[in-house]
């Protein structure tokens, strides 16, 4: 028939395959949810991100020296753990990640390339054991990044006051604490949007 | 295939163990190397290659460039090569922009075990790894990500 061999049609489906393939990689930015065990670190994730969270496995390697033998020399821990993120498109070329972390001290040294390039961090705290997030404080503290600490509230309930949080963290004035609920869209972007502000001021600062 | 629960305090770090040893499936008691010239017994059935294989041995080398997030495509220019099953199932992904990250969740492969593939099939051509300039974010971007996350609901 004619206008199967029409020179436009074939150029048509030319333009259409090669046009509609390579899409243009959409730049990826970055938060980091960190704390202590249970505290709704994958809850968190799962509710901002639109997809099911993913489970990645990573290997970490740390120095660690024998608190139990205190003679012993100083040895090097390996352990594989298991990180869950989530992805929120932006639009067509922004694409925000969120990456739930273990919290645990023995992990800090993988946060090195973990928080290289990272907006900021979300700690995630539960009144019952705030002692749990110390090591992320710690860590983002020295790093640098921008953070806020948001205490999980479960039911709406407090064992302790926001400001009650802030001194037993001893974190600065300028770090925001926050409460919000894991478990809800709205409460966790309203945290992390936070974070987005504390980012903000601090790629203003080192811009100017 | 069942992942450990990241907040579990009690999942046991051994010491020694190079890392990738460890996330495959080990017999009760850990890695014990084998003699060389010793056959595998034929009936025993491996169901999954361990990690380190896939990779030759290496469990590091991993180009530093290659973050978790960063975004992969396969090259629209690529030829046909012989690949791994690993590694076809890593380009068969990445028909459209995907992070490391999610190629390594979706194929269950081992964080550090993907970069390393992904690093070997973009020096052969076959991926396009796209390596962000400016590492720290600058504010234009930040201020497009609140906005986007401000309009969700």
Same mark, same amino acid.
């Given at each position: 028939?004619?206008?199967?061999?029409?020179?436009?049609?074939?150029?048509?489906?030319?333009?259409?395959?090669?046009?509609?393939?390579? &899409? &243009?990689? #959409?730049?990826?930015? &970055?938060?980091?949810?960190?704390?202590?065990?249970?505290?709704?670190?994958?809850?968190?994730?799962?509710?901002?991100?639109?997809?099911? *969270?993913?489970?990645? %496995?990573?290997?970490?390697?740390?120095?660690?020296?024998?608190? !139990?033998? *205190?003679?012993?020399?100083?040895?090097?821990?390996?352990?594989?753990?298991?990180?869950?993120?989530?992805?929120?498109?932006?639009?067509?070329?922004?694409?925000?990640?969120?990456?739930?972390?273990?919290?645990?001290?023995?992990?800090?040294?993988?946060?090195?390339?973990?928080?290289?390039?990272?907006?900021?961090?979300?700690? +995630?705290? !539960?009144?019952?054991?705030?002692?749990?997030?110390?090591?992320?404080?710690?860590?983002?503290?020295?790093?640098?990044?921008?953070?806020? =600490?948001?205490?999980?509230?479960?039911?709406?309930?407090?064992?302790?006051?926001?400001? %009650?949080?802030?001194?037993?963290?001893?974190?600065? %004035?300028? +770090?925001? =604490?926050?409460?919000?609920?894991?478990?809800?869209?709205?409460?966790?972007?309203?945290?992390?949007?936070?974070?987005?502000?504390?980012?903000? !001021?601090?790629? $203003?600062?080192?811009?100017? | 295939?069942?992942? /450990?629960?990241?907040?579990?305090?009690?999942?046991?770090?051994?010491?020694?163990?190079?890392?990738?040893?460890?996330?495959? *499936?080990? #017999?009760?008691?850990?890695?014990?190397?084998?003699?060389?010239?010793?056959?595998? @017994?034929?009936?025993?059935?491996?169901?999954?290659?361990?990690?380190?294989? $896939?990779?030759?041995?290496?469990?590091?080398?991993?180009?530093?460039?290659?973050?978790?997030?960063?975004?992969?495509?396969?090259? /629209?220019?690529?030829? *046909?090569?012989?690949?791994?099953?690993?590694?076809?199932?890593?380009?068969?992904?990445?028909?459209?922009?995907?992070?490391?990250?999610?190629?390594?969740?979706?194929?269950?492969?081992?964080?550090?075990?993907?970069?390393?593939?992904?690093?070997?099939?973009?020096?052969?051509?076959?991926?396009?790894?796209?390596?962000?300039?400016?590492?720290?974010?600058? @504010? %234009?971007? $930040?201020?497009?990500?609140?906005?986007?996350?401000?309009?969700?609901?």
């Amino acid at each position: 028939m004619d206008f199967e061999q029409s020179p436009d049609r074939v150029v048509g489906t030319a333009a259409v395959s090669s046009g509609g393939r390579p &899409k &243009k990689a #959409p730049v990826p930015v &970055k938060i980091i949810v960190a704390g202590g065990f249970g505290v709704g670190k994958t809850t968190t994730v799962g509710a901002i991100s639109e997809i099911s *969270p993913l489970t990645t %496995e990573a290997e970490m390697t740390s120095a660690s020296v024998g608190i !139990d033998n *205190p003679g012993q020399a100083t040895m090097k821990t390996t352990t594989t753990i298991a990180m869950d993120f989530g992805v929120l498109t932006i639009d067509q070329t922004l694409k925000l990640y969120i990456f739930g972390t273990p919290g645990q001290s023995r992990f800090a040294f993988m946060w090195d390339d973990l928080i290289k390039g990272a907006l900021g961090a979300l700690v +995630v705290v !539960d009144t019952n054991r705030i002692d749990d997030c110390y090591p992320a404080v710690d860590y983002f503290e020295r790093a640098g990044l921008p953070f806020v =600490v948001g205490v999980n509230t479960f039911n709406g309930q407090m064992s302790y006051s926001l400001d %009650e949080v802030r001194w037993a963290l001893a974190i600065r %004035e300028d +770090v925001p =604490v926050l409460s919000f609920d894991a478990r809800f869209r709205g409460s966790v972007r309203d945290a992390l949007l936070v974070v987005l502000d504390q980012a903000l !001021d601090k790629a $203003i600062r080192q811009k100017s | 295939m069942t992942y /450990p629960d990241p907040d579990d305090p009690a999942h046991p770090a051994r010491p020694s163990v190079r890392p990738f040893l460890q996330s495959g *499936p080990l #017999p009760a008691g850990g890695y014990r190397p084998t003699h060389t010239d010793e056959q595998p @017994p034929a009936t025993e059935q491996t169901t999954a290659l361990r990690p380190f294989v $896939i990779t030759s041995g290496r469990t590091d080398g991993a180009d530093p460039d290659i973050g978790m997030e960063t975004q992969v495509t396969a090259s /629209p220019g690529a030829g *046909p090569v012989r690949l791994s099953p690993e590694m076809r199932a890593i380009v068969g992904l990445c028909f459209e922009p995907v992070s490391v990250a999610e190629i390594s969740a979706r194929l269950r492969l081992h964080l550090g075990v993907t970069r390393i593939l992904v690093g070997d099939l973009r020096a052969a051509g076959q991926l396009d790894v796209h390596v962000l300039n400016n590492e720290t974010p600058d @504010p %234009e971007t $930040i201020m497009r990500v609140i906005r986007g996350l401000r309009a969700i609901t």
